[in-house]
């Protein structure tokens, strides 16, 4: 089945630090969504993206959606012990479903 | 607080069992999803709602039972699982079509004896 690949698949950076994640399909995808999952929760919509080249921010977090409209990125400016968790992107190859990626996990250190 | 609960949060239960889980939005969407979470493995759609009415089934096996009366509300009917169920299963809502954003509740943890 169609996948989504996130890289890298773990971070582990110190407290201050900028972080890069993205996220590549192998079709074009109209939408691209970013999803952050702490330990215990359910994951929580950050940003949803809707046109190809498009930059949205969240607070200290910045997304866009890739030219080709097969890829997004996600970053995270000056990261704080509470961004911790793991950061999945999701996008619909159709209008039945929404497909996830694998996750990359972050770890922030004092 | 997502606007979509869960209960029970975790369920413990054994082969020969049968139990439900329940999923209530009040977020006023009209579609509602069954997810399944593995480790290491990316969230697997299971079942889709749109206005009450099964729109996917992804080919989950008929142990698990899905059932929707209303839009607001989705049941997981469980009989008869396997260890390889034990997973966090995530219940999830959108406005009315599964290609927009989806809100997810914070899951049930099951395990299987």
């Known amino acids: 089945g169609q996948q989504l690949n996130q890289s890298p698949q773990s971070m582990f950076i110190q407290e201050g630090e900028d972080v890069s994640m993205n996220c590549t399909s192998s079709?074009?995808?109209?939408?691209w969504l970013w999803y952050k999952q702490d330990p215990g929760e359910g994951p929580v919509l950050l940003i949803a993206l809707y046109k190809a080249g498009e930059l949205t921010s969240n607070g200290r977090l910045t997304a866009q959606f890739g030219i080709t409209r097969k890829d997004s990125f996600l970053n995270i400016s000056a990261s704080i012990p509470s961004d911790v968790g793991i950061y999945f992107c999701?996008?619909?190859?159709?209008?039945?479903?929404?497909?996830f990626g694998t996750g990359t996990r972050l770890q922030v250190f004092p | 607080e997502t606007g979509v609960t869960q209960t029970p949060r975790h369920l413990v239960m054994g082969m020969t069992n049968k139990k439900s889980l329940k999923c209530e939005q009040h977020?006023?969407?009209?579609?509602m999803y069954w997810y399944k979470q593995s480790a290491k493995k990316p969230l697997e759609l299971m079942f889709v709602y749109n206005f009450k009415e099964q729109t996917e089934n992804n080919s989950v096996p008929s142990r698990f039972s899905p059932e929707c009366p209303n839009s607001s509300h989705l049941f997981l009917h469980l009989h008869t699982l396997q260890p390889e169920d034990s997973a966090l299963y995530l219940c999830?809502?959108?406005?009315?079509?599964?290609?927009?954003?989806?809100?997810f509740g914070d899951g049930t943890r099951l395990s299987i004896l």
């Open positions: 977020l006023g969407h009209n579609a």
């Open positions: 999701a996008g619909p190859p159709n209008t039945d479903k929404l497909i």
């Open positions: 079709s074009i995808f109209n939408t």
């Open positions: 999830a809502s959108s406005l009315d079509r599964a290609n927009q954003p989806q809100h």
